[in-house]
Antibody, heavy 114, light 113 residues
Framework: EVQLLESGGGLVQPGGSLRLSCAASGFSFSSYAMSWVRQAPGKGLEWVSAISRSGGSTYYADSVKGRLTISRDNSRNTLYLQMNSLRAEDTAVYYC???????WGQGTLVTVSS | DVVMTQSPLSLPVTLGQPASISCRSSQSLVHSDGNTYLNWFQQRPGQSPRRLIY???NRDSGVPDRFSGSGSGTDFTLKISRVEAEDVGVYYC??????????FGQGTKVEIK
């Protein structure tokens, strides 16, 4: 059974930093590109970032470019999202999703507020 | 960038009646490999999204056969043949053709009249 367990969310002040993690199990993690998708409270789904299977290529939405950094550790089956210079508009539930799109975890809530 | 436009955004339906959601993309979703990576997701209240349909018309495992997807190119449709109470939620179309960027529609809220 595929499991995706996101963690690391919480309350942070504007301008602050957080590091999200996604522990994956039940599938061959290193065989799949991975993405982060977020959902602001009461809003729709927004793709944030993606990373290739090896981690050698990374991609970002314009809204987060230069502030968020995606990475992965295939030896630990874990995906990361380093979030710097956070803004109120980054407040959302963050999901990690394999590029098949057919498995989602419960997400982790990031709240940016003073 | 690809823009995905869903309609309607709100869909009140009577139990047992059919429902239909439209999704249009600003660019063709036919990939160079010949496949069309158009997915439909369901998000029930308080839950994570769940994929229902992949590559336009293929139901995921465990998805009731009252859900069906159709379309091609830039125009796609999700149909529910007979709406049940458990179908209440928000439905999103999503293109995966122009990877690595995924683009979602705005979402269609299905509720019971």
């Amino acid at each position: 059974e595929v499991q995706l367990l996101e963690s690391g969310g919480g309350l942070v002040q504007p301008g602050g930093s957080l590091r999200l993690s996604c522990a994956a199990s039940g599938f061959s993690f290193s065989s799949y590109a991975m993405s982060w998708v977020r959902q602001a409270p009461g809003k729709g789904l927004e793709w944030v970032s993606a990373i290739s299977r090896s981690g050698g290529s990374t991609y970002y939405a314009d809204s987060v470019k230069g502030r968020l950094t995606i990475s992965r550790d295939n030896s630990r089956n874990t995906l990361y999202l380093q979030m710097n210079s956070l803004r109120a508009e980054d407040t959302a539930v963050y999901y990690c999703v394999p590029d098949t799109g057919n498995d989602w975890g419960q997400g982790t809530l990031v709240t940016v507020s003073s | 960038d690809v823009v995905m436009t869903q309609s309607p955004l709100s869909l009140p339906v009577t139990l047992g009646q059919p429902a239909s959601i439209s999704c249009r993309s600003s660019q063709s979703l036919v990939h160079s490999d010949g496949n069309t990576y158009l997915n439909w997701f369901q998000q029930r209240p308080g839950q994570s999204p769940r994929r229902l349909i992949y590559q336009v018309s293929n139901r995921d495992s465990g998805v009731p056969d009252r859900f069906s997807g159709s379309g091609s190119g830039t125009d796609f449709t999700l149909k529910i043949s007979r709406v049940e109470a458990e179908d209440v939620g928000v439905y999103y179309c999503m293109q995966g053709t122009h990877w690595p960027t995924w683009t979602f529609g705005q979402g269609t809220k299905v509720e019971i009249k």
